[in-house]
C-alpha cells in the first residue's frame, strides 16, 4: 500500500546544543558545511533565518526539502533536522515485481539520511560546545555578573 501524499524519506531529528543560538549562524549557514555534510545533494537555499536556522529545496539522488531550524532552549538551542524527499532513481522492485526489494531500499536510504542528519548535528553540538566543562554555562551565554 502506498500513502498519498506522503514523502519516501522521512527524517526528523533533534538534540539539545548548549550554546549560544547566535553562534550556529555561521555554523549552519555556511555553504562549505553543506557540501561536506551532504556531498551527494544540490542544495537551494528558500529561506535562509540566521541563528534560527536554513530552509532548502533538495535535489540529487532524493528531491525534496530539508531545513534545519534552531529553537532557542533555556541558555541554548535545540537544533531541528527534517528531510522530506523522494528518491529520484528507479528501486529495485518499482516495478511491483519485487515489492520487499523497494521496502528494503527505501529502509536502506531512510537510514543513510539519518545517520547524515545525526553526523551534522554532532558536529555543530561539537564544534559550538568546544571548551565548554559539562554541567557550566552554554558557550557564548551571557552570565549573571554580565548582565
Excluded: C
Amino acid at each position: 500500500m502506498k500513502l498519498v501524499g506522503v514523502t519516501s524519506i522521512q527524517v526528523a531529528d533533534e538534540v539539545f546544543v548548549a550554546a549560544a543560538p547566535r553562534l550556529a549562524a555561521a555554523v549552519v549557514g555556511d555553504p562549505a558545511n553543506w557540501r561536506r555534510w551532504w556531498p551527494d545533494l544540490r542544495l537551494a537555499v528558500t529561506e535562509d533565518r540566521a541563528e534560527q536556522g536554513v530552509r532548502w529545496r533538495v535535489d540529487g539522488p532524493v528531491a525534496g526539502t530539508m531545513e534545519i531550524w534552531n529553537e532557542a532552549v533555556l541558555d541554548g538551542f535545540v537544533l531541528h533536522y527534517f528531510l522530506h524527499a523522494e528518491p529520484t532513481r528507479a528501486l529495485p522492485g518499482e516495478r511491483g515485481d519485487d515489492p520487499r526489494a523497494r521496502a528494503d531500499a527505501l529502509a536502506e536510504e531512510n537510514k543513510r539520511r539519518r545517520v547524515a542528519g545525526k553526523d551534522m548535528s554532532f558536529e555543530v553540538k561539537q564544534l559550538l560546545e568546544a571548551g565548554r566543562h559539562v554541567g557550566g554555562p552554554a558557550a557564548g551565554a551571557e552570565t549573571a555578573e554580565a548582565v
